[in-house]
């Protein structure tokens, strides 16, 4: 299953994302449960908020990044890895 | 990419902050389930923290870096200030969950929780139909109720989450149970076996699967759990089998003061929600801060680290990874909570377990031979 740049990724309803300063990072909050995010996904996270496309969020973390060179496959495997953690919806 | 990362440094050494808070708000509840992890002498307890004293904890919690927070009790819908504290708590930046019976719900109260910013509702259930369940809840209107409430939880936007607490009388039910959760659409289901602490201790020769349901059960939720991921249903089965039928024991509330602070309804402070039960000295959020409660309370610090371990845990090289068991485990089986955990093998008093799991094989005693969860019930234990 390939992961189409036009793809608008939301989370699923009932997780919240957000920065924790006792935990120096961002974390996933859902029923329950927490995940603590490394910077990247922390990073990719950030920029899922159910309006922008996949291609969107490649090219806003690109232009942070520069020096990272392409991100489109980084970033696609974490989404796909996302989705079927269930963390994430696509629309 | 990996999301994961090493668990955070606290203010101490050693010692991380409490990430997850639960707010026993109060042990009052219009149910009776004999399996209730309340106190047995629940009725004695003094009174209720107010509203002010739960918001300064609340506060302290979250300052703390306290993430999770668990509305429970008791039922804490009969608190009425909860939409006060919900609203607070989002206001905090807490991810703030209600544990119910879903009694005394309303559709207009699951709206009102959601526009305070409540995050997420679980309705727990006693059974997959009416009858059983009622006589379980020991309430005749408890089952249709709950279902509403189920869907109206659904209807307003949250995920939803059903919690059915296991056990002899209702684990042959667990394929009606899941079904009866997929039509609901529900996100999370909970099909947890009773943990025997509080009531269902004191029940538990009444309320223990055999080994042959236990594996029946088990067959069946796999089954359906291959299934699910057949049809790509996103509703997640998280079964917790007793650790009864298990030969080392879980590493209990990951440690004790490690991630978990529980506040009782007056104001007790614990590393666990039955902690009560052991002959330990527990502060109050009426006499400290939970910062001081947290890091350097003697009931906190009690059983963190390893140097409190006898033998067999002492020198044993899992240590690490179970921290010995559960206390009250310990002192509910052994007299002593110092001691290992008689769920573990190793254990000199693992034959209580055996015990256990033979008389779960010739049990006969029917549900009305269980004692209930009420405050007469509750003064009987207290005198006794
Ligand atoms: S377990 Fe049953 S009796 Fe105990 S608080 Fe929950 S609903 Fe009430
Ligand atoms: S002896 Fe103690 S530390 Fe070792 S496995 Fe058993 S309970 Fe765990």
New interface residues.
């Given amino acids: 299953m390939t992961l189409a740049m036009e793809q608008t990724p939301r989370l699923r309803p009932g997780f919240r994302f957000q920065w924790e300063p006792a935990q120096n990072a961002h974390v996933l909050l859902y029923p329950e449960g927490m995940v603590r995010l490394n910077d990247s996904a922390g990073a990719v996270l950030k920029e899922v908020d159910g309006q922008r496309t996949v291609a969107d969020i490649v090219e806003t973390l690109e232009q942070q990044f520069p020096e990272a060179g392409s991100l489109a496959e980084d970033v696609g495997d974490f989404l796909k890895d996302a989705e079927q953690q269930h963390w994430i919806l696509f629309t | 990419?990996?999301?994961?990362?090493a668990?955070?440094a606290?203010d101490r050494p050693g010692i991380g902050?409490p990430?997850w808070l639960l707010a026993e708000l109060t042990y009052r509840c219009p149910l009776q389930c004999p399996y209730c992890s309340n106190p047995l002498d629940f009725a004695q307890t003094e009174q209720e923290l107010t509203t002010e004293e739960w918001v300064r904890v609340l506060r302290q919690g979250r300052e703390?870096?306290a993430?999770?927070l668990?509305f429970s009790g008791g039922e804490p819908l009969v608190r009425p200030d909860l939409p006060e504290l919900i609203a607070e708590a989002r206001q905090l930046?807490y991810?703030t969950?209600l544990i119910t019976s879903g009694l005394g719900l309303t559709e207009a109260k699951v709206k009102a929780f959601r526009d305070a910013g409540l995050?997420?509702i679980?309705v727990s259930f006693q059974a997959s139909d009416p009858e059983l369940n009622n006589a379980v809840a020991g309430s005749r209107k408890a089952f249709d109720q709950k279902l509403a409430m189920a869907r109206a939880v659904k209807e307003a936007?949250?995920?939803m989450?059903l919690n059915f607490v296991i056990h002899r009388h209702n684990i042959h039910q667990m394929g009606d149970i899941i079904s009866l959760c997929e039509r609901l659409g529900a996100?999370?289901v909970e099909l947890a076996t009773c943990q025997y602490y509080g009531w269902a201790f004191q029940n538990r020769e009444g309320l223990m699967p055999s080994k042959a349901q236990l594996q029946t059960a088990e067959a069946e939720v796999n089954a359906y759990r291959e299934r699910l991921a057949e049809s790509g249903s996103?509703m997640?089965l998280i079964f917790v089998t007793p650790d009864y039928y298990e030969e080392r024991p879980k590493a209990c509330m990951n440690g004790w003061g490690s991630l978990f602070l529980t506040v009782a309804p007056d104001g007790a402070a614990l590393p666990c929600h039955s902690a009560r039960l052991l002959p330990i000295e527990f502060p109050n959020v009426r006499e400290s801060s939970l910062h001081s409660i947290w890091y350097d309370s003697p009931g906190f610090n009690h059983y963190r680290g390893d140097s409190w371990m006898p033998e067999p845990c002492r020198s044993c090289d899992e240590k690490d990874k179970d921290f010995g068991g559960c206390r009250c485990q310990a002192y509910l089986l052994t007299g002593n909570a110092d001691n290992a955990d008689p769920v573990c093998s190793k254990s000199p008093h693992h034959d209580r377990i055996l015990a256990a799991r033979k008389a779960a094989d010739h049990a006969t005693a029917g549900l009305e031979e269980l004692t209930y969860r009420n405050a007469n019930n509750s003064r009987l234990f207290f005198r006794g």
């Fill in positions: 990419m990996n999301g994961h990362h668990m955070p606290g902050p990430l703390m870096g993430a999770q668990g930046g991810y969950n995050d997420h679980q936007g949250y995920p989450v996100d999370y996103a997640k």
